[in-house]
């Protein structure tokens, strides 16, 4: 199974003395998780699921990658929101079918963590962007690198004309 780990959005900044947990992505931020969706779904195949944080600038960012996929969310998971590799682990073994790529919309430093746990590589997981990779033996958490894509390269991608999706 491949992983995807996309990093949310440009967001708000958290009002003083508020809670981070209610950031809303920026209009730019809007504009950018959408472009780079759209790169993001061509270099996605096979069956698909798309699982996100609930707070709100990861359930928009993941809002533009299921329009982008023409999919639907299939789960807000807290362990993504705080973090708990192991019990998303858990979840996406006990899953009755396994998807061929499964996508998970968060947080830093959460992401950088995870991936650099899973690949043993040290990766500037930026806003927007996402890092892809091929998961090991069922049982254990190791993986290959496959690609980290910024922002930007997703969104070139999506713009370019004439390549096929491979969906």
Same mark, same amino acid.
């Given at each position: 199974?491949?992983? *995807?780990?996309? @990093? ?31 790169g993001l ?13 609930? +707070?709100?600038?990861? @359930? ?14 299939? @789960? ?17 073994? %006990? ?29 500037? *997981? ?6 892809a990779m ?10 290959? +690198? ?18 096929? %999706?491979? @969906?």
């Amino acid at each position: 199974m491949d992983l *995807i780990l996309v @990093r949310h959005a440009e967001a708000e900044d958290a009002p003083t003395g508020g809670t981070d947990d209610a950031r809303q992505l920026t209009g730019h931020g809007r504009k950018v998780a959408a472009a780079m969706a759209q790169g993001l779904a061509l270099c996605v195949e096979g069956r698909t699921l798309l699982w996100t944080s609930p +707070l709100p600038r990861a @359930r928009q960012t993941a809002e533009r990658v299921a329009h982008a996929l023409e999919m639907d969310i299939d @789960r807000e998971h807290d362990a993504i929101a705080v973090g708990d590799l192991d019990a998303l682990h858990a979840d996406w073994r %006990s899953l009755a079918r396994r998807p061929d790529t499964l996508i998970l919309v968060g947080h830093q430093p959460h992401l950088g963590l995870w991936a650099e746990r899973l690949t043993g590589v040290v990766l500037p *997981i930026k806003k927007a962007s996402a890092v892809a990779m091929h998961l090991g033996a069922e049982g254990n958490l190791a993986a290959k +690198l496959l690609w980290y894509a910024h922002p930007d390269a997703l969104a070139n991608l999506g713009r370019r004309k004439g390549i096929p %999706s491979r @969906r």
